[in-house]
């Protein structure tokens, strides 16, 4: 595993990335003035979240330790993300922009088919080898696989996966050009919604009978 001053390095790189796209259009609005921290105790309803009072800011609203620890992939996706959003960082709020780690288990690790509403990713691997790929609106899938250094961009709204293809354990950064980027995995979000997706409509759309449907709903809505 890499040491910390390397992980440091390689989110400083990501950054550059990242800073790239959120010049040639964040998906967040602009900001008005140098910093709006989020307050996030605020009971005011906003696109975002409304600023705190500048007399209360500090520099710790900038700052988020953490990422340097790796998360814990004890469960059925061998999977963890540790985020870095404006609801764990207030400092990045009207920003347009937002990180996670990334672990997966070996053997498998996987970060199942989930789209981000609102953000671009870009992703480096830090350790680990990773099969990845999106698919975009005619179905086509745009899939390689990834080895230490290497960085691949999950457009905007488009459904995409990670998979650890190795032995060992793989970590991986990413960043998103908005502060809240939303993710909404495919399968949970058809199958394990409440209200639940009429089974008709779900039998249809893929093809299959009814009883399949209500084994899935059960499975994701009882997991």
């Known amino acids: ?5 390397a992980l440091a390095l390689a989110v400083l790189v990501i950054f550059s990335y990242a800073n790239s796209i959120v010049t040639v259009g964040a998906s967040d609005p602009d900001p008005l003035q140098d910093i709006c921290v989020a307050d996030l105790q ?6 975002g979240f409304p600023c705190k009072n500048a007399m209360m800011v500090t520099a710790n609203d900038f700052r988020l330790k953490g990422l340097d620890k790796p998360g814990n992939t004890n469960n059925q ?38 789209t981000h509403p609102r953000a671009t990713e870009i992703l480096v691997v830090i350790e680990g080898t990773l099969l990845v790929g999106f698919i975009n609106t005619n179905n086509t899938l745009f899939s390689i696989t990834l080895e ?5 961009v999950f457009p905007r709204g ?3 996966f990670q998979q650890n293809i190795g032995s060992v354990n793989a970590v991986a950064i990413a960043s998103l ?3 809240n980027p939303g993710t909404q995995q495919v ?6 919604a409440s209200p639940p997706v009429s089974a008709a409509v779900l039998a249809k759309a893929f093809q299959i009978d009814d009883k399949l449907v ?7 809505t009882s997991s």
């Open 77 to 114: 996706l061998g999977f963890k993300v540790t985020p870095a959003f404006v609801m764990q960082l207030p400092g990045l709020n009207t920003l347009g922009i937002s990180m996670v780690r990334l672990d997966y288990a070996g053997r498998g690790g996987l970060n199942p088919p989930h």
């Open 214 to 220: 209500k084994i899935l709903q059960h499975k994701f």
């Open 187 to 192: 399968a949970p979000a058809l199958f394990g």
């Open 42 to 47: 605020s009971k005011v309803i906003v696109n």
């Open 148 to 152: 230490k250094g290497d960085v691949f």
């Open 177 to 179: 050009n908005s502060q």
């Open 1 to 5: 595993m890499e040491s910390f001053p």
């Open 158 to 160: 488009l459904v995409h």
